[in-house]
């Protein structure tokens, strides 16, 4: 079955950077596109960064452009999004996603930005 596990975050003060991982397996990682969405209570889950199979072009939410960047490792079966320069507005949870049959969603990652 689908699993995607996410990793990485945690409290970092503005200005700060952080690293999140999700590991994916359970079908053709390859073969599949990722994103990254993340979610803040009480509000609708929302798209940060989107990678194609071949990691050729990358997308982002424009209130992420030019601070987070989406990687992957297919040799690895995992995706990475790099996100620098932290804005406290960036505080949320962060879901790692892949589209199959249906939308599939990690556990999320609790990314807390503050001084």
């Known amino acids: 079955q689908v699993q995607l596990v996410e990793s990485g975050g945690g409290l970092v003060q503005p200005g700060g950077s952080l690293r999140l991982s999700c590991v994916a397996s359970g079908f053709t990682f390859s073969s599949s596109a990722m994103s990254w969405y993340r979610q803040v209570p009480g509000k609708e889950r929302e798209l940060v960064a989107s990678i194609p199979s071949s990691g050729g072009r990358t997308s982002y939410a424009n209130s992420v452009k030019g601070r987070f960047t989406i990687s992957r490792d297919n040799a690895k079966n995992t995706v990475y999004l790099q996100m620098n320069s932290l804005k406290p507005e960036d505080t949320a949870v962060y879901y790692c996603?892949?589209?199959?049959?249906?939308?599939?969603w990690g556990q999320g990652t609790q990314v807390t930005v503050s001084s």
């Open positions: 996603s892949t589209l199959r049959t249906r939308r599939y």
